[in-house]
Each structure stands twice: as C-alpha cells, then as structure tokens.
C-alpha cells in the first residue's frame, strides 16, 4: 500500500500566449478548471496505474471540494480518511503558454489543515503501507510528523521537494527516494543548474545519507544517483507537448507504482518517463494521466 500525503487543490488554469514576466500584464485566451495539487496529482498518477493508494489530506465543505474527492475516486483512490474542513478548497491557478510551459501561484486555504494532529489520528494507516510520498504544499510540521511515523513503522519514504519556499535540508535527511527536478536539487544544494556534475549529486546524496536520488530533466529525461556511486542516464522519447502540468507529479506516480512493485530502478524510470511523456501530449493534470493499458503498450513497444 502507498500513503500520499499531501495537497488536494482545484487548478484554475489560464491559457495565454506566453508566461507574464514581472510587471507584465497579459491576456488569457481560454481559463477551465481542473481537478489538481500535487498530492493528489501523484495519487491519481499511482491508482490509475494499478497501485493500491490512500490518500491524506484536506478538501473544503463547498463544490470544489466534492469535485475534488470525485476525481480521486474515480481514479481508484482510497479517501475515505480525507476530512472535509470549513473554509475553501485550495486553489492553483497556472498560467500555460503555447509551448506547454506553465507558472503556478497556490493558495493553501484547506492545505493548512493537513496539521500533525490530523496525521496522528491516522497514524495507524502507517503500519500496513510499504511506501509514503510527501510533497511541500502542507505545513512544515506535518511533514516531519509524517517523516517520524514513517520510520517509526518502517515505511520507505519517497520525497518530492515542492515548491522550495519553507525548505530546511534536515527535512530530506535519511530519505529513501528523493526525487526533484534539476532546478530545485540545484536550489537546494546552493548551485547553479548548469554547473552541476555527477561527483557534486553524489557527494550530495552521501552528505544526507539519501538512498536514491532520481532527478527529473524534462523532454531529456532523469538521472539516477545512488550511494554505491552509479550513475544512469534515463533518456525519454521526444514529445510534442500540450500542456506540461502534472507532468513531474505523474513520473513520480509511475515511478513510485513501479518500485513498489519490486522492479529494476531502470524499469522504474523508463516506465515513469513514458507515463509522464503521454500526459504532456493532454490538456490538464489528472484527467490526462494515462492508464496502466496505454503505459505497457508503449513500453513494449520501445524496450521488448
């Protein structure tokens, strides 16, 4: 069983012609909602791909919320333990440009309420799950509290630093999988992205006694790092993409699906690469992830 804890938000998404820099001011061509946050993205990425998935996390009492909780559940998401609480759902509203890149501005409102409190109350979920992912769209103290029960019952972990706003380094300390993209491993370890080599991801990981670090490249693919000093470069198909949104949520859905099913790390990223490649070619996050069916057929396709 995989616990995800983490953010349950509505996307509000603006298609404009390209990402507004500071202090311009541009026009949406089209705005939709989407069913979104990173938790429950990487959620719905796992279920949908066979997983056994329970989902923590908060919604509003309002109709965002109930859409919400629907889509989770459509997927094959267990949310039964999701609590409902008095203020809005949260909301993130992204900016996508032609070329399928997006901005993303979140308001937290029923993210907050992800407390330590609500995890203790749950705390016994902990004893029968294999894997936890956590993500930072919750309160700091959550995710600490989250950590402690995880070793506390032997649980692996699997973290995705995002966004980096309140990031404190003993937060990924002694992870199992710490999984970011190029630009937040190179923020969290004070370098820039295009001076960052091999030997300094490997260092790094060392330094915090991190088991494996998988580090997302976009239409490049990933790169895994672990603490007997391998290297592999993970190279993904090139994509026409639509909308990039959920992408990083989906590799870690895949991916996190695939190892906890006992497979090579390679297999693993391959197939995490192929399950993100077919996402950016949808519109929208949840709603575009593919199916276990379409993700296998690809897979054979390129490596059997």
């Known amino acids: 069983m995989i616990i995800v804890v983490g953010s349950i ?30 938790g429950a993205n990487q959620a719905v990425a796992a279920a949908r791909l066979g997983a056994d998935v329970i989902m923590l996390g908060c919604v509003g009492e309002d109709e965002n919320g109930d859409s919400l909780l629907q889509s989770l559940e459509m997927s094959g998401v267990k949310t039964e333990y999701v609590m409902k609480v008095p203020v809005a759902s949260s909301s993130a509203y992204i900016c996508i440009s032609k070329k399928g890149d997006n901005s993303i501005v979140v308001d937290s409102s029923a993210n907050r309420f992800v407390t330590a409190d609500y995890i203790e109350k749950n705390k016994f979920l902990f004893a029968d799950a294999k894997y936890c992912i956590l993500q930072m769209e919750i309160p700091v103290e959550t995710i ?35 999984i970011p993209n190029e630009i937040e491993l190179s923020e969290i370890m004070g370098k820039k992205s295009d001076s960052l080599c091999d030997n300094d991801c490997i260092k790094f990981l060392k330094e915090n006694e991190i088991g494996t670090l998988v580090v997302t ?39 996190v699906t695939a190892i906890s099913e006992r497979k090579p790390i390679e297999y693993a ?32 396709k390129n490596f059997n």
Request: hydrophobic share 35%; proline share 4%.
């Open 9 to 38: 938000n509505m996307d509000v998404c603006l298609n404009v012609d390209k990402i507004p820099v500071p202090g311009e001011t541009v026009m949406a061509e089209k705005v939709s909602k989407n069913c979104g946050g990173k």
């Open 144 to 178: 600490k509290c989250v950590i402690k029960l995880c070793r506390t019952y032997n649980v692996k972990i699997i973290f995705n630093p995002s966004p980096l706003s309140e990031f404190d380094i003993r937060l990924i300390q002694g992870v199992d999988y710490l």
């Open 217 to 255: 490249l976009g239409s490049l693919g990933c790169k895994i790092f672990d603490n007997v000093n391998k290297t592999v470069f993970i190279k993904t198909k090139e994509r026409e993409a639509v909308d990039t949104t959920g992408a990083g949520d989906t590799f870690l859905g895949a991916f």
């Open 269 to 300: 990223a391959n197939f995490a690469n192929i399950a993100s490649g077919i996402e950016v070619m949808r519109p929208g996050a949840q709603r575009s992830m593919p199916t276990r069916e379409e993700v296998e057929y690809e897979y054979n």
